[in-house]
C-alpha cells in the first residue's frame, strides 16, 4: 500500500515583491522557496530534499525565471543534485499568448528535448477549439505529432479527442452539475501495440469549491 500526506504553508509579502513557501510530501520530498514576483518578471530559488532509491534523502538545489508579459513570456529551470554535483534538470520556453493563437516552444531534458504546440479557439461560445504538437528528441532521432479537437455539445457537456503520430487515439467526455461538480469518461487505444491492444478507460470525480 502506497501512502503520503501533503503539506504546505506560504508567507505573502514578507519584504515587497517577496514571498515564500514551505511545502512538504511526506515521505517523498521537502522544499522551501523563495519568490520575487513584480509585473514583468520573477524568479524562485528552492532548496529542498528529494527521496532516492535507496530510502534516503538528497538535497537538491532548483532556479526558476522567467520575464515577459501577458503576450510574450520567456522563462527557465535548473535543477542541481548537490551529492552528486550534476544538474538534473535544464529546462527553457517561450510563450506566446493572445485572443487568436496560444502558442509555445519549450526545452526539456537539458535541451535533448523540443516542443512546440499551438491551441486556437474556433468558437468560444460552444468551445470549440484545435490544437496540435509536434515534439522531437534529438538523442533517440525520434518525432512524434500529436492533434486534437473539443466542442461543448452542450453548456455542461464537453467532448474532448485526440490522435497520436504514435497510434495512439484517446477521448473523453466531461459533466457538469450545478457547475461544481464534474464527472469525467476517458478512453485510449494503441493501435500499434503487439501485446495489448484492449482500451483503457477510466472515470473521475472532480468537486470545485
Same mark, same amino acid.
Given at each position: 500500500?502506497?501512502? #503520503?500526506?501533503?503539506?504546505?504553508?506560504?508567507? @505573502?509579502?514578507? &519584504?515587497?515583491?517577496?514571498?515564500?513557501?514551505?511545502?512538504?510530501?511526506?515521505?517523498?520530498?521537502?522544499?522551501?522557496?523563495?519568490?520575487?514576483?513584480? #509585473? =514583468?518578471?520573477? $524568479?524562485?530559488?528552492?532548496?529542498?530534499?528529494?527521496?532516492?532509491? #535507496?530510502?534516503?534523502?538528497?538535497? +537538491?538545489?532548483?532556479?526558476?525565471?522567467?520575464? *515577459?508579459?501577458?503576450?510574450?513570456?520567456?522563462?527557465?529551470? &535548473? /535543477?542541481?543534485?548537490?551529492?552528486?554535483?550534476?544538474?538534473?534538470?535544464?529546462?527553457?520556453? %517561450?510563450?506566446?499568448?493572445?485572443? =487568436?493563437?496560444? /502558442?509555445?516552444?519549450? %526545452?526539456?531534458?537539458?535541451?535533448?528535448? $523540443?516542443?512546440?504546440?499551438?491551441?486556437? @479557439?474556433? #468558437?468560444?461560445?460552444?468551445?470549440?477549439?484545435? /490544437?496540435? @504538437?509536434?515534439?522531437?528528441?534529438?538523442?533517440?532521432?525520434? !518525432? *512524434?505529432?500529436?492533434?486534437?479537437?473539443?466542442?461543448?455539445?452542450?453548456?455542461?457537456?464537453?467532448?474532448? +479527442?485526440?490522435?497520436?503520430? !504514435?497510434?495512439? $487515439? *484517446?477521448?473523453?467526455?466531461?459533466?457538469?452539475? %450545478?457547475?461544481?461538480?464534474?464527472?469525467?469518461? +476517458?478512453? @485510449?487505444?494503441? =493501435?500499434?501495440?503487439?501485446?495489448?491492444? +484492449?482500451?483503457?478507460?477510466?472515470?473521475?470525480?472532480?468537486? !470545485?469549491?
Amino acid at each position: 500500500m502506497d501512502w #503520503n500526506v501533503d503539506l504546505s504553508c506560504q508567507v @505573502e509579502e514578507i &519584504v515587497p515583491g517577496f514571498r515564500s513557501l514551505f511545502n512538504c510530501t511526506i515521505p517523498d520530498s521537502g522544499k522551501v522557496e523563495l519568490q520575487y514576483l513584480n #509585473n =514583468f518578471s520573477g $524568479v524562485t530559488g528552492c532548496i529542498g530534499l528529494v527521496g532516492n532509491s #535507496n530510502g534516503g534523502y538528497d538535497p +537538491a538545489v532548483n532556479i526558476s525565471g522567467l520575464v *515577459g508579459t501577458s503576450t510574450v513570456s520567456l522563462g527557465a529551470n &535548473v /535543477a542541481f543534485d548537490i551529492a552528486s554535483r550534476t544538474i538534473n534538470k535544464f529546462n527553457a520556453g %517561450l510563450n506566446f499568448n493572445t485572443a =487568436f493563437l496560444i /502558442a509555445s516552444l519549450t %526545452l526539456n531534458d537539458k535541451f535533448d528535448k $523540443v516542443k512546440a504546440s499551438c491551441y486556437h @479557439e474556433v #468558437n468560444p461560445l460552444t468551445k470549440t477549439a484545435i /490544437a496540435a @504538437e509536434l515534439r522531437h528528441s534529438f538523442s533517440e532521432s525520434e !518525432t *512524434g505529432v500529436t492533434i486534437g479537437a473539443q466542442h461543448a455539445f452542450l453548456p455542461d457537456t464537453l467532448v474532448k +479527442a485526440r490522435l497520436d503520430s !504514435t497510434g495512439k $487515439v *484517446g477521448a473523453l467526455i466531461q459533466q457538469g452539475f %450545478l457547475q461544481r461538480f464534474f464527472v469525467t469518461m +476517458a478512453g @485510449e487505444m494503441d =493501435f500499434t501495440s503487439i501485446n495489448d491492444k +484492449a482500451p483503457k478507460i477510466g472515470v473521475s470525480l472532480a468537486l !470545485t469549491p
